[in-house]
């Protein structure tokens, strides 16, 4: 199955977009314009809390297609987000406790198509990904979810603590892979529940751990002392399936 990441030129083009409801990732335009269509442009990117980056007329030559941009290019995802609710939702349809991943500013696309497929695998209801520091649906992290994308979910949030608040209030706790946790064997991590994974340089950030129940660490024996956090998702994500009886 091929996925494809959609450049969208022109103003009329970008605009109809917005306007068609389509997920637009992020929003090149040309710093220093602001006339009356631009302008329209940049208030339906504000209305649906889209990226946008001002950047130089040489950068949009670089990522125009058709070299008829008109100084704006949109950049839709290859795959529609839904919304949190819809996850949740499909949880209870299943007559199922909630199991949805975190995704802490994971900006590879291949480790992001990896653990969607991941998700799947082990029967989560949801990927949620921040709008900000992350990479999105892109046609990279499509490819590399086999498949998964067509049936796992991805939502795309302003800010994750503040989800993760909401979703509290729906019963949910979270429980975020850490270095310093305790091992995940010691742990119930059984009920609704949010698996928490940061990237590889970083980790999880601050607040977005503050608002952790708890902290996992996987076990290891070896003479490094990190994993990929694709592959830290999928042991801590089937140590949770192990828990609910699977």
């Known amino acids: 199955m091929e996925y494809e990441e959609l450049k969208i030129e022109g103003r009329n083009p970008v605009l109809e977009a917005f306007r068609s409801g389509k997920s637009i990732d992020k929003l090149f335009v040309l710093d220093g314009s602001g006339d009356g269509p631009i302008q329209t442009i940049l208030r339906e990117a504000t209305k649906k809390d889209t990226i946008v980056r ?137 009920g609704p529940i949010g698996l928490v994974i940061g990237s590889e340089g970083e980790g999880v950030s601050r607040l977005v751990k503050d608002n952790c129940d708890l902290t996992a660490s996987i076990p290891m024996k070896g003479n490094i002392d990190s994993l990929n956090a694709s592959v830290a998702a999928g042991v801590l994500a089937f140590e949770i399936l192990h828990q609910r009886g699977v």
């Not at 949880?91 to 975190?102: D, I, N, S, T, V």
């Not at 998700?119 to 992290?141: D, M, Q, S």
Request: glycine share 6%; aromatic share 6%; charged share 25%.
């Open 54 to 190: 001002f950047v130089a007329k040489e950068r949009l030559d670089q990522l125009s297609e058709t070299k008829k941009h008109q100084g704006v290019i949109a950049i839709a995802a290859a795959y529609a987000y839904v919304s949190v609710e819809e996850m949740l939702e499909n949880a209870r349809e299943k007559g199922e406790a909630p199991f949805l991943f975190l995704l802490d500013n994971i900006e590879d696309p291949h480790n992001l198509g990896a653990m969607i497929r991941t998700a799947n695998l082990c029967g989560a209801h949801g990927v949620i990904i921040p709008k900000r520091r992350a990479v999105g649906l892109t046609a990279a992290a499509a490819k590399a979810s086999a498949g998964a994308i067509n049936y796992t979910p991805v939502a795309k949030v302003t800010n994750l603590t503040n989800v993760m608040k909401e979703l509290k209030k729906e019963g949910l706790w979270f429980v975020c892979a850490d270095m310093d946790g305790a091992p995940m064997y010691d742990l119930d991590l059984k």
